[in-house]
């Protein structure tokens, strides 16, 4: 998530990064109340739907900002790039696998486990990704990671058109595809399969990580800059909407229009993304110094936060009951919200005293 400029900053990039992370802490905090009730007509439960909704974009922006920002980078040597990227990515995924798997055994279920034991469970839970829910990220972007000494160089020769191509291949198998299968499977109990369509490399989230890297260094017509953005702000106010109604056929939470993939997900994230790229230098312009010195910083600590915001959040935020009001709801959350980015904000700048910490924690970011 840190950017790969040393002394140049980009405004926009680091404002998405920012964003990000504080809609994948609304995506943790709301999860709870969403997945407690089938109940979907309560103030509490549309309240967590909505903000639920809106911060699905944050997912995506990271791939897409991650594919613009490395895929830039000119990889000489394997080696030197395994050392430098990958890493530094390995070390905070054993360590906060372990520090999160130790709290959960010891603290939350309140294991007897001996330490044999623990390491050969926890061993497996390492390699089997499940320690805890949100450090798939990681286990994700190493594994983009890997392809990147390739990747780099492929985009560097194809032509504007030639990236297109494989956009719109991805965007057919990965979201259009997925789209159709998902609705009939909601309609017929069966999943459609065109197996013409089943095409590895044209699916998953490197079609982001390309896609954030054609948005940065390629500018949209104003045809499809306006049809992104309406098709953006669509997506922000049908989310809520498609997802109570199909949550009521289902029974049961559907998260269907929640997914990475889903249409309106993949809108909203490509229209902040553009329009942030817009307003680079609008933006620029109008912030001061000590305002671009903090928007810095809080980019910067991204990654970190994201590592330990869920353990701050086991600590000091507020469980939001089912039977509360909107405005009770809505208190409450935006308390959770700031109160666990910003706690987690200082907790990171505080470790990153320590140079050794920092590189344990996070990989030597910060």
Same mark, same amino acid.
């Given at each position: ?87 530094? #990515?390995? =070390? $905070?995924? %054993? @360590?906060?696998? /372990?520090? !999160?798997?130790?709290?959960?055994? &010891? ?89 013409? #369509?089943? =095409? $590895?490399? %044209? @699916?998953?989230? /490197?079609? !982001?990580?390309?896609?954030?890297? &054609? ?21 922000f106010f049908l989310t809520p909407v498609a997802t109570y109604f199909a ?9 269907m229009f929640y997914g990475n993939y889903s249409v309106t997900t993949f ?46 959040? /086991? ?52």
């Amino acid at each position: 998530m840190n950017s790969i400029f040393q002394n140049k900053r980009i405004v926009y990039v680091d404002i998405l990064r920012i964003l990000s992370i504080a809609a994948v802490i609304i995506l943790h905090i709301t999860a709870d109340l969403l997945t407690r009730t089938n109940d979907f007509n309560t103030g509490s439960w549309w309240i967590s739907n909505l903000f639920n909704s809106v911060s699905r974009f944050a997912v995506p922006v990271f791939f897409m900002i991650s594919g613009a920002m490395i895929l830039r980078v000119e990889v000489k040597s394997y080696k030197d790039f395994y050392l430098k990227r990958v890493v530094p #990515l390995l =070390i $905070p995924l %054993f @360590t906060w696998s /372990l520090i !999160y798997d130790l709290y959960s055994q &010891y603290y939350i279920l309140k294991s007897n486990m001996g330490v044999g034991e623990f390491i050969l469970d926890f061993g497996y839970r390492l390699l089997t990704d499940r320690n805890y829910v949100h450090l798939w990220f990681l286990y994700a972007i190493i594994a983009i990671y890997a392809t990147v000494p390739l990747i780099s160089k492929l985009v560097k020769v194809c032509s504007q058109k030639d990236i297109r191509y494989y956009l719109l291949l991805w965007f057919i198998v990965s979201v259009v595809y997925r789209f159709v299968s998902d609705v009939v499977f909601r309609l017929t109990d069966q999943y459609i399969n065109i197996p013409i #369509l089943n =095409i $590895p490399f %044209f @699916t998953g989230f /490197l079609g !982001y990580f390309v896609l954030g890297y &054609y948005l940065f260094n390629f500018d949209l017509s104003d045809k499809w800059k306006n049809i992104v953005y309406n098709l953006g702000i669509v997506s922000f106010f049908l989310t809520p909407v498609a997802t109570y109604f199909a949550s009521l056929h289902s029974g049961v939470l559907d998260e269907m229009f929640y997914g990475n993939y889903s249409v309106t997900t993949f809108f909203m994230a490509v229209g902040m993304f553009v329009f942030f790229k817009e307003k680079e230098t609008s933006i620029s312009e109008k912030t001061n110094h000590k305002v671009k010195k903090m928007i810095s910083s809080l980019s910067k600590a991204s990654f970190s936060i994201y590592l330990i915001h869920l353990l701050v959040d /086991l600590l000091v935020s507020r469980r939001v009951e089912v039977e509360a009001t909107m405005l009770q709801t809505s208190t409450s959350l935006i308390f959770n919200i700031f109160a666990i980015f910003s706690i987690s904000y200082v907790t990171v700048k505080v470790l990153n005293l320590n140079k050794f910490i920092t590189q344990i924690l996070f990989g030597g970011r910060g």
